[in-house]
């Protein structure tokens, strides 16, 4: 439920700023005509936002705020590593050792996890699936 309370108010009050002050959505213009064939673009992200919502509140169920954090930090390998499945990115030796850096860490910063849940642990990488192909898909 509380994923649909925050989609559907996100959904009411983007519209409204719309129809209060379109001038702050200077690039709606260029949809006119369009609008169709962007709600089939559209809805595949609103998909993996309903995804990404619902798995990590409920992943809350299962595992500590502190390691559910900890585990996000990977998002920026993943978002880097689609990116450059994608072309969005291209992956140099440099970039490359960064992302190995950054997942050895936090990997070290969530290990030893006393109250370790892998259904917890599952659900929240599909949570950060979810959201790293949404914003990828965003910059494609």
Not at 10 to 22: D, H, K
Request: charged share 10%; with cysteine.
């Amino acid at each position: 439920a509380l994923a649909c309370v925050h989609m559907l108010s996100t959904f009411v009050l983007c519209n409204a700023f719309y129809r209060i002050r379109p001038d702050f959505y200077p690039t709606m213009q260029e949809t006119e005509g369009k609008r169709l064939q962007l709600l089939a673009w559209f809805c595949p992200l609103a998909v993996l936002f309903a995804v990404d919502l619902f798995c990590s509140n409920q992943a809350y169920v299962y595992c500590s705020l502190v390691f559910l954090q900890l585990v996000k930090q990977g998002n920026l390998a993943l978002v880097f590593l689609l990116s450059c499945a994608v072309g969005l990115q291209v992956c140099t030796r440099a970039r490359l050792v960064n992302v190995v850096w950054i997942l050895a860490g936090a990997s070290m910063a969530v290990s030893g996890q006393v109250d370790f849940v892998f259904a917890g642990f599952v659900i929240q990488l599909i949570s950060q699936f979810a959201e790293c192909v949404k914003n990828v898909m965003g910059d494609w």
